[in-house]
Structures are given as C-alpha cells and as structure tokens.
C-alpha cells in the first residue's frame, strides 16, 4: 500500500496497488473491492497498446504507467493500529471524470459517512473532489 494522506483521529488513507491488497482490504473489511479492482485492472491490460517497435521492456514500463493512468484509484481507511475503516473507488489520478460513480463504504458495505466523515473530508481535499455521502454511498 502507498501512503496518501492523513486524516483526523489518527487515521490515514492508503493507496491500493496490487491484487493481493485488494483481495486483503475485501477479506477485512468483508466487501467485493478485489472483484473490481481485477476487472478494472484488466481492462486497462486490454486497451494497452505499445509504440510499435518498442523493446519488450519499454513495453512493460508504458503498460504500468498506462495501467495506473486508467485505472480507478482505490483507497483504504485505516486507523492508526491498523483497522480498517472504509473503502474508496475514485476516479483514475484522482481527477474528476463525467460519469464516473465514486463509491465510498465501510465494513460490510455499511455507511461510513457518520463515524469517518472527517476522514473522507480529508480525502476530498487531498484530491480537490466533493464526496458527499448522497453521492458516493451507494446503498443510501
């Protein structure tokens, strides 16, 4: 995980980056983020396209940087002993795109606008986003 920013209480959000944290952060926090963050990831894989005569790893290089271009950046919340507290899908680089759902939820899918809205304001700021839970909680 790479560090993104801090937030209030203690806590701290988190980048996601390979599958086996995402497939952790879907274990813990009992949710399916592993299932989209796969599908995302190869989906970015299938638009990849190399400069045509590329040495084979310039390839690999451009797909990485193609791959984290294009992909959603998924967030974990975490308290300061490791707990984990939400989830955030935002869109790729953290710019806002038309059309894109931002999904923020907690354990189990529940809502964690009233115990870390403070976070998620923080969260907000970093990336110059508005997270309003109305518009990226989806089981209101």
């Known amino acids: 995980m790479r560090y993104v920013c801090d937030a209030p209480g203690g806590k701290t959000w988190f980048a996601l980056e390979t599958e ?4 952790a952060e ?3 926090m009992r949710h399916a983020v592993d299932r989209y963050f796969r599908r995302h990831v190869a989906e970015a894989r299938e638009s ?3 400069p045509p005569g590329a ?3 310039e390839r690999d290089i ?3 940087g193609h791959i984290a271009r294009s992909t ?3 967030l974990t919340l975490r308290a300061d002993d490791g707990e984990g507290l939400a989830t955030a899908m935002l869109p790729p680089q953290g710019r806002n795109q038309a059309n894109f759902r931002i999904i ?5 899918n529940s809502d964690p606008y009233p115990d870390h809205g403070k976070a998620i304001d923080a969260l907000a700021h970093k990336f110059g ?3 309003k839970r109305e518009d990226c909680f989806p089981y209101a």
Not at 104 to 108: A, N
């Open 55 to 57: 040495p084979a790893f």
């Open 104 to 108: 923020i939820v907690g354990r189990d």
């Open 72 to 74: 959603p950046l998924y």
């Open 20 to 23: 086996a944290e995402a497939d």
């Open 129 to 131: 986003l508005e997270l």
């Open 62 to 64: 451009g797909l990485k």
């Open 48 to 50: 990849y396209r190399a």
């Open 26 to 28: 879907s274990a813990l």
